[in-house]
Each structure stands twice: as C-alpha cells, then as structure tokens.
Nanobody, 122 residues
Framework: QVQLVESGGGLVQAGGSLRLSCAAS????????MGWFRQTPGKEREFVAT????????YYADSVKGRFTISRDNAKNTVYLQMISLKPGNTAVYYC???????????????WGQGTQVTVSS
C-alpha cells in the first residue's frame, strides 16, 4: 500500500509562486507514475500534470503549461509541483496520486493523498 502526503499549499497573491510536495511511503515509488489533480467545490476533479516513474515523460493540462512544472526525486520518494504566475482560478484543493500509467485520467490512479489547499487571492 502506498500512502501519499501532500504539503506546501497555502495562501498566495496572484502572480506569486508555490511549490507543492507529495511524500510517498513504500519501496516501489519509482514504479509509479505520479499525477497532480485539483478540485474546487461543486466541480469535477481536474487533471493538472503527470510524470512517469523515470521522469522521462511529463504531461500537463493546457491551462497550466508554461506555468506549472512537475518533477520527482525517487531517492526521496517525493513528487513536486512548482507553480508560478498563479491566478485566482488556480484556487483548489490539490491532490497527488500514484498509478501504473502516465495518463491524465484519474481513473487509472490507485492511490491518492488527502489534498492540500491552494488559495490565490486577487
């Protein structure tokens, strides 16, 4: 069983930056693709970014390309989401997830963290 714990969320002004972290338990971290998703009340969960186990593949939602960067450190069992030029529309609870495939569909991710709140003020 993989357990995921996100951190790094908070309140930031529009145009600011945040780096989210997701620490994973277990010895098989590098075998998993890792994804970031976000959700706001009343809306569907939304794909943000994903990265393969070896970091050779990354994919982003069009809305965050050029502003968000996903990376991972397999030695530390941690995946990161660097966010710059944040906008109020980026306000959401951000979740990390682990799964066998580097895809944008949340249905393929088997393990989920509890989420971290990101609030961007105007």
């Amino acid at each position: 069983q993989v357990q995921l714990v996100e951190s790094g969320g908070g309140l930031v002004q529009a145009g600011g930056s945040l780096r989210l972290s997701c620490a994973a338990s277990g010895r098989t971290f590098r075998a998993y693709a890792m994804g970031w998703f976000r959700q706001t009340p009343g809306k569907e969960r939304e794909f943000v970014a994903t990265i393969s186990g070896s970091s050779s593949m990354t994919y982003y939602a069009d809305s965050v390309k050029g502003r968000f960067t996903i990376s991972r450190d397999n030695a530390k069992n941690t995946v990161y989401l660097q966010m710059i030029s944040l906008k109020p529309g980026n306000t959401a609870v951000y979740y990390c997830a682990a799964g066998p495939l580097t895809v944008s569909s949340g249905s393929f991710y088997e393990h989920w963290g509890q989420g971290t709140q990101v609030t961007v003020s105007s």
